[in-house]
């Protein structure tokens, strides 16, 4: 099995910076795609940014040229630097990673338990 465990998130005035940390454990073969995503109260679950083995990345347009997605493969870790932050923000967080646990199983989707953004207007 694998594991994932977000840290870094809090509470902010709007205009402020957060920098949130996901780390990976267990079984891990292969880690391909991470990501983090959110979920505000009363809403689906919605994608934030996501980042390959190869460091390429995908934002969602409301988060572009304020949030940077990055990884660390050696460590098995992703971070999501959060700059100029709306109160829209506000949600939890959630870290995914999309990784195998043996060499004959295709990929799975793992998720961090969440952590908490909160933005005050």
Known sequence: QVQLVES???SVQAG???RLSCAASGSIFRINGMGWYRQAPGKQRDMVATITSGGSTV???SVKCRFTISRDNA???VYLQMNSLKPEDT???YCNAEASTS???KQASYW???TQVT???
């Open 59 to 61: 934002y969602a347009d």
């Open 16 to 18: 402020g910076s957060l």
């Open 103 to 105: 060499w004959y199983l």
């Open 75 to 77: 460590k098995n870790t």
């Open 91 to 93: 949600a939890v967080y």
């Open 8 to 10: 870094g998130g809090g």
């Open 112 to 114: 961090g338990q969440g």
């Open 119 to 121: 933005v005050s207007s």
